[in-house]
């Protein structure tokens, strides 16, 4: 009903503003759009899924996120791919890892210090009832 899209209306504009943040985070540069296969032609033989911050956003735009822990299951495979598809000691994989790492405790910090847990409950409800 009608409150139930004002809540994900909100959650919307709450998972835009941490996916506009990220990008406009010059450590995160490499995540910002989907990998070039035409550059990286080996990256669809190791990565099944591959995930970037603007695909992120046509997701939210499309409504495919119903709850948080939906989008942030999308957010975990693009720092997750970056460490499978570059596990090497040298100094360019290590720095894209280091970046992923950045990635996945920068997420995980806005959510925690940003989500009322009481809303993401709602949001599960309405998950639930669908
Ligand atoms: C987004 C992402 O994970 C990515 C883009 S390029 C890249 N890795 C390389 O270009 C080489 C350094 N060792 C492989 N990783």
Not at 22 to 42: C, G, H, M, N, Y
């Amino acid at each position: 009903e009608e409150q139930e899209e004002d809540v994900l209306r909100e959650l919307r504009l709450f998972l835009r503003n941490i996916t506009e943040r990220l990008s406009l985070d010059r450590r995160f540069k490499a995540f910002t759009k989907p990998v070039d296969i035409e550059e990286v032609p080996d990256y669809l033989m190791v990565i099944k899924k591959p995930m970037d911050l603007s695909t992120l956003l046509t997701n939210i735009d499309q409504h495919k996120y119903v709850t948080v822990g939906e989008f942030m299951a999308d957010a975990d495979f693009i720092w997750k791919n970056a460490l499978e598809y570059n596990p090497d000691s040298d100094p360019m994989d290590r720095n894209i890892r280091h970046r992923a790492c950045a990635l996945k405790d920068t997420v995980r910090a806005i959510i925690r210090d940003e989500l009322d847990e009481d809303f993401e409950r709602v949001c599960e409800e309405i998950r639930e009832s669908r």
